[in-house]
């Protein structure tokens, strides 16, 4: 018979052997924790490792992500597609075992991890999740929302603020199916923690409103599964279990230290653990009777299937209920999305309304959540000024009612991106967050990790520039805009009026699977005149907002959000003085950048390059649109606190120093 040891065991072979083979990884937390890690997935996680996608399964979530074999060997013993060969190529290009866990490479990787403390703001979001849908979803008798979140931490995770941030969310709406299991081994990278760690974790954790089950001996498995079994025996409180390790558990000289952290044991410390842990097999070799001991996949299809059952039986009850649940939970937008979401662009064109785009995004929401039940939005206590509520908003926090779509984060930028990458990985929702602009920063981890992961989340900025006048240049953002734009794989929309605004918010609502981030004004914006063809190419990043009637143009102006209007007087100053200039309204870069040359070159002829860039921010980023021989009309300075015309005026956005720079260029 085998013993849970053994079984246990086999992960710290796992982990020993491939961070070896690779010369580089972590197996001091896979050997710390794969006694709980046994525990949890043998007696206690519900999923099925031939369908990773399986929309009730409980999800897991490795905060502790430097920890990465742990993971990869629970999925292959378990069953998940990741044969052995996969393992031996750990930190390998093209491998499904990178360094950290990924979700886009390693079936059954829930979200990304590395980045210490981001995994239990995810784990929140997905907590969240679960207990929003079934407010949605759930029917008397019928439960087809019904899973537990658990996320495995380190000392690195709880030192780092955010974990602050997320468990107070978490405590004060009462995630109970959330199980948080603190590695307590009193080892960080730099040596026993006590020198810079001596909170008194649970006692932190009580005053979030937390259950806290202190003291649990992390290799004992009994005291594990009596934990985790009062941990999901009650729904009230998230739970977070302290449990007891010895970092590098079986290394006989690294065990308990630090040198287990991070590196490879090597070859005499393996085998002096193999010895230790009383295993004899080879490197990546597991005996048969170590396999079927792990071997989920029988237990997860009869557990999938019971599910189906329950599912089939609510369809029969519920049906146009059923059908939006697998509507949403697959991530397609409703049939009538394109046309009334098309619609309500075309009628704003019409009215031509010169507001902030701030309220312009508000009457997007306003126009779009109606259509989009998946939308559940947000703001870091600055609702009233980023305008992200709209009159269907209700209180999703309690996580009772059943029109619960909004969420109050309170002073927490960080937690709640990352928390909002955590409810788009859920699935069955379309997550929005919002501050100022110049508060990105807070949260700009975890906007990395929405476009890296990637997760569909959509983050609003507003307050954008100068503009926002006298809060002064503490919250004037400047280098914002290029630095958002230069994490890959998002997309940064800019917009100049109401009807870009409602185009920005269509792009961000259909990108599936990857991010945006939507940033607004604080002052009004001047209404644009567009035929219907510039109203279709506003989707394409950027388009000629306006040429010279019946001469060539000569120059080039670029604008972004409140320059376009600015550049479009300047391109009228210069035609009285008989210069013909082109306008081009760039509302999101990437995605012109990912346009056919054909398009650009229609937008951006490289013959002319007489080109005036005009952003109210960072100059440096619109080279490469204006190249060595255009100008950029940016800033290169922090702001200043003063009303936001006399600002524009100080810092050269003005029609004249424009129709100079024009002038300037036009050699
Ligand atoms: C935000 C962040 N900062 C720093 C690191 C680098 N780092 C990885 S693990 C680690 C120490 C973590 O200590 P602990 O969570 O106790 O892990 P253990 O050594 O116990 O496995 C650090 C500093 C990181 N991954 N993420
Ligand atoms: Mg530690």
Not at 283 to 300: L, Q
Not at 379 to 391: M, Q, R, V, Y
Not at 583 to 605: H, I, K, N, W
């Amino acid at each position: 018979m085998t013993t849970r040891r053994e079984l246990a065991n086999a992960v710290r072979a796992l982990a020993m052997d491939a961070v070896e083979a690779a010369n580089s990884g972590h197996p001091g937390m896979p050997m710390g924790m794969a006694d709980i890690a046994e525990v949890l997935w043998n007696d206690f996680l519900q999923f099925n490792p031939a369908n990773p996608k399986w929309a009730n399964r409980d999800r897991f979530v490795l905060s502790n992500g430097h920890g990465s074999m742990l993971q990869y060997a629970l999925l292959h013993l378990t069953g998940f597609d990741l044969p052995i060969g996969q393992l031996k190529r750990f930190r390998q290009l093209h491998s499904k075992t990178a360094g950290h866990p990924e979700a886009s490479e390693t079936p059954g990787v829930e979200t990304t991890t590395g980045p210490l403390g981001q995994g239990l703001a995810n784990a929140v979001g997905f907590a969240l999740a679960e207990k929003v849908l079934a407010a949605h979803f759930n029917r008397p008798g019928h439960e087809v929302v019904d899973h537990h979140t658990y996320v495995f931490l380190g000392d690195g995770c709880l030192m780092e603020g955010i974990s602050h941030e997320v468990a107070s969310l978490a405590g004060t709406w009462k995630l109970g199916k959330l199980v948080a299991v603190y590695d307590d081994n009193g080892i960080s990278i730099d040596g026993e923690v006590h020198g810079w760690f001596t909170d008194n974790t649970p006692e932190r954790f009580e005053a979030y409103g937390w259950n806290v089950i202190r003291g649990v001996d992390g290799h004992d498995a009994a005291a594990i599964a009596a934990a985790l079994k009062a941990a999901t025996s009650q729904s009230e409180k998230p739970t977070l279990i302290c449990a007891k390790t010895i970092i590098g558990f079986g290394a006989p000289h690294k065990q308990g230290k630090e040198e287990s952290h991070g590196a490879a044991l090597g070859k005499d410390e393996v085998a002096a653990a193999r010895d230790e842990l009383d295993w004899h097999s080879a490197p990546f070799e597991i005996p048969a009777e170590i396999y079927a001991g792990w071997d989920h996949r029988k237990a997860g299809i009869e557990a999938e299937q019971a599910w189906h059952d329950a599912l089939a039986k609510y369809t029969a009850a519920f049906p146009e209920l059923a059908a939006e649940f697998n509507r949403r939970m697959s991530g397609e937008l409703p049939a009538d999305w394109p046309a009334k979401s098309q619609a309500f662009v075309d009628k704003l064109q019409a009215d031509g309304p010169t507001i902030a785009s701030r309220k312009a995004s508000q009457m997007s929401i306003e126009a779009f959540a109606p259509l989009l039940p998946e939308l559940i939005g947000g703001s870091a206590d600055l609702a009233g000024s980023n305008l992200t509520k709209w009159k269907g908003s209700v209180d999703a926090g309690n996580g009772h009612d059943p029109n619960g779509n909004y969420v109050y984060y309170g002073v927490r930028e960080f937690g709640m991106t990352a928390i909002a990458n955590g409810v788009a990985l859920h699935g069955g929702f379309i997550p929005y967050d919002a501050t100022f602009l110049v508060f990105s920063d807070y949260a700009r981890n975890a906007v990395r990790m929405s476009a890296l992961i990637p997760a569909h989340a959509i983050h609003v900025y507003t307050h954008d520039s100068i503009g926002l006048g006298e809060d002064g240049p503490t919250h004037q953002p400047v280098e914002h805009l290029a630095s958002l734009r230069y994490i890959p794989n998002n997309q940064v929309w800019r917009p100049c009026d109401a009807v870009e605004s409602a185009v920005s918010w269509k792009a961000a609502i259909e990108r599936k699977g990857a991010p945006a981030c939507l940033v607004f004004s604080r002052q009004n914006l001047k209404h644009q005149q567009r035929s219907g063809q510039q109203v279709a190419d506003i989707s394409r990043g950027a388009y000629v907002l306006s040429d010279p009637l019946d001469t060539k143009f000569k120059a080039i102006l670029i604008a972004t959000g409140s320059e376009v209007e600015l550049a479009m007087e300047a391109a009228r100053a210069l035609a009285q003085q008989g210069i013909a200039a082109r306008v081009v309204s760039m509302p999101c870069t990437e995605v012109f950048d990912a346009q056919p040359l054909e398009y650009r070159e229609g937008v951006l002829p490289g013959w002319c390059r007489a080109r005036v860039a005009v952003e109210a921010a960072t100059a440096d980023f619109w080279c490469k649109y204006v190249g060595l021989d255009g100008e950029v009309v940016g800033m290169t300075t922090f702001g200043a606190s003063a009303p936001a015309p006399q600002l524009f005026e100080h810092f050269g956005f003005t029609v004249a120093h424009v129709v100079d720079a024009v002038k300037r260029v036009i050699r």
